[in-house]
């Protein structure tokens, strides 16, 4: 009798053990690089930051031809009144540097937003995943921050999870 508890006991501890744990990793710069919300976003402010470019270009060209014209006109002018044109003209400099800088940063500012937006999505999109398809844990890893040392090929649903995140995202547009 006690041999036919033990023999039951031992069947239900390694049925139990059989009962795996559905684990699965993604490589976070493959997911976010490879989303197509991330790509339209690049796509949109790389136009951005061309029109920018086109315009600084511009205004430091306008710049440039007022400054060698008071290189020309500077030479038969007064030193008072060379000194203050030169005042003027630095003055002038410093607010087109200034107005530069204030663009750039608010471009960059306006690209952080909405890449954290892109990268919140995904988040929730790879949570949202993981309840679907009954994953007990999906892991992150990247290059940059290596959470997953090592990780069997077969647990690696990033090609799945961009698949899907992009499907998702086309059904959306």
């Not at 508890?5 to 559905?22: E, P």
Request: overall charge neutral; some cysteine; hydrophobic content about 35%.
């Amino acid at each position: 009798m006690k041999l036919k508890h033990l023999s039951l006991l031992l069947v239900l501890i390694l049925a139990s053990c059989q009962n795996s744990q559905k684990i699965g990793y993604v490589d976070n710069g493959k997911v976010i690089n490879a989303y197509q919300e991330k790509i339209d976003l690049d796509n949109k402010f790389e136009t951005i930051n061309e029109i920018f470019t086109k315009k600084t270009d511009s205004l430091i060209q306008a710049f440039q031809m007022e400054y060698n014209t008071y290189e020309v006109r500077s030479h038969s002018m007064t030193k008072a009144k060379k000194e203050k044109e030169f005042g003027v003209i630095s003055k002038k400099q410093q607010a087109l540097q200034q107005s530069i800088e204030m663009e750039q940063q608010m471009l960059q500012r306006n690209y952080q937003t909405e890449m954290d937006s892109v990268i919140n999505k995904v988040k929730v999109f790879v949570n949202d995943f993981g309840k679907k398809e009954n994953y007990e844990m999906i892991l992150g890893t990247s290059d940059v921050s290596a959470t997953v040392m090592y990780g069997n090929d077969k647990l690696d649903i990033t090609e799945k999870v961009i698949s899907e995140l992009n499907a998702t995202f086309n059904k959306k547009q």
